[in-house]
Every structure is written in structure tokens, then in C-alpha cells.
T-cell receptor, first 116, second 117 residues
Framework: KQEVTQIPAALSVPEGENLVLNCSFTDSAIYNLQWFRQDPGKGLTSLLL?????REQTSGRLNASLDKSSGRSTLYIAASQPGDSATYLC???????????????FGEGTQLTVNP | DTEVTQTPKHLVMGMTNKKSLKCEQHMGHRAMYWYKQKAKKPPELMFVYSYEKLSINESVPSRFSPECPNSSLLNLHLHALQPEDSALYLC????????????????FGDGTRLSIL
């Protein structure tokens, strides 16, 4: 059964700081990994999607890496801003050969607060 | 504003009622998803439609019945729900999926907050 863990559960940083959010998964037979953000009372916003054959993706101040063999992904946020405050979730789709259990597993999320 | 529209935003219903949640997107996406999210918890995938056909049902109880009448619309029909079904129900869409699994970013609606009395 795939388990996805995100560390830390909560993080509070001053504005302008660079930060790293961590995601680990127990089953390396994944199809892809996605990072999302969720604002209170809202749906999810897709930030970055990394295919299992890729090692990283970048979008603006965000960089996500994937090390499938070690079961780890990181989301790097450069020059953090108060508007980055949200809950960040990672999610993995299982590989096609996997036929039991949920096909998509989310981590519990990291609640980020960026203080002005 | 989100490109995936969900209605209603809030719904309160009794355990004997029948209601439907609706989701609409006009981005030409051919994969659509239903998720359930309890408070302070991550979303759980319920159903995936790919090209208007149900491709994933994550062992969801039959009191939840999905329907995809066309490529832009996704419904979730509710009947005889239990209090533990109270949650935020999220709809999402993506450009395509392979065997129901998304390989493109998903776009989410803001959800329907459902309360079962």
C-alpha cells in the first residue's frame, strides 16, 4: 500500500526566505508525482507535475525534484512571499501494473505561513 | 476565478433525500474527476471519467452514483447518504488521462460543501 508522508506538517518563515518542502513515498512504482497548493475553503491548484522518467520541473520561483529510487520529492520555493501562504500537498499516481489499492495517494500536506 | 465550476457551493440534505452535485468545464478536457475531502485531511479520489467513460471507481459506496452526460459535464448523484459522508466534494478536469490516470495538470473547482443531517 502506497504511503505518502510530508515533512514538516507546518512551517512559518519570514518573507524573502528560501524554503524546501519534503514529500516521501513508500512504493517507487509511480506514474507521476504532482505538487498542489490549497487555500482555505478552496479547491486545489496544480503547481508542478513530474513524470516518473523526469527528475525536476520548474515554474517561476518553484522547483520540484523527484528521486524515484529513494522515494523522495522536494518542492523548493525561492524568495517566499506572504501570498505563498497555503497548504501544499504532494500526490502520486501509482504505476499501471498496480491493480490493488487507491490509484492516487495524497500526503497530509505542509501548512506554510510566510510572515511579512 | 476557477475554470471548473461546481454547483451548488453548499448543500444540506437529510439521509433520505436525493440530490445531485454538478461540475462543468469548457477547457476541452477529456478527463474529469470526483474527490472527497474531510476537514484537515487531503482529498481522496472517488471516480475518474476518461472520454465520458468511467475508468476508475475507488470502491465508492453505491449511494454515490457518478454520471458524465457529455465531455463538459460531470454529475454526482447522491441518495441515502450517511452523516459521515459530510465533506467537501471536489471536481477536477485534465486534458487527458491514460487508463484513467492523469499525466496532465488537473484543474480543480472550489467544491461543494455537503452536510448530511
Amino acid at each position: 500500500k502506497q504511503e505518502v508522508t510530508q515533512i514538516p506538517a507546518a512551517l512559518s518563515v519570514p518573507e524573502g526566505e528560501n524554503l524546501v518542502l519534503n514529500c516521501s513515498f513508500t512504493d517507487s512504482a509511480i506514474y507521476n508525482l504532482q505538487w498542489f497548493r490549497q487555500d482555505p475553503g478552496k479547491g486545489l491548484t496544480s503547481l508542478l507535475l513530474i513524470q516518473s522518467s523526469q527528475r525536476e520541473q520548474t515554474s517561476g520561483r518553484l522547483n520540484a525534484s523527484l528521486d524515484k529510487s529513494s522515494g523522495r520529492s522536494t518542492l523548493y520555493i525561492a524568495a517566499s512571499q506572504p501570498g505563498d501562504s497555503a497548504t501544499y500537498l504532494c500526490a502520486v499516481w501509482r504505476g499501471f501494473r498496480e491493480t490493488s489499492g487507491s490509484r492516487l495517494t495524497f500526503g497530509e500536506g505542509t501548512q506554510l505561513t510566510v510572515n511579512p | 476565478d476557477t475554470e471548473v465550476t461546481q454547483t451548488p457551493k453548499h448543500l444540506v440534505m437529510g439521509m433520505t433525500n436525493k440530490k445531485s452535485l454538478k461540475c462543468e468545464q469548457h477547457m476541452g478536457h477529456r478527463a474529469m474527476y470526483w474527490y472527497k475531502q474531510k476537514a484537515k485531511k487531503p482529498p481522496e479520489l472517488m471516480f475518474v471519467y476518461s472520454y465520458e467513460k468511467l475508468s476508475i471507481n475507488e470502491s465508492v459506496p453505491s449511494r454515490f452514483s457518478p454520471e458524465c452526460p457529455n465531455s463538459s459535464l460531470l454529475n454526482l448523484h447522491l441518495h441515502a447518504l450517511q452523516p459521515e459522508d459530510s465533506a467537501l466534494y471536489l471536481c477536477a478536469s485534465s486534458q487527458e488521462s491514460i487508463r484513467g490516470q492523469s499525466n496532465q495538470p488537473q484543474h480543480f473547482g472550489d467544491g461543494t460543501r455537503l452536510s448530511i443531517l
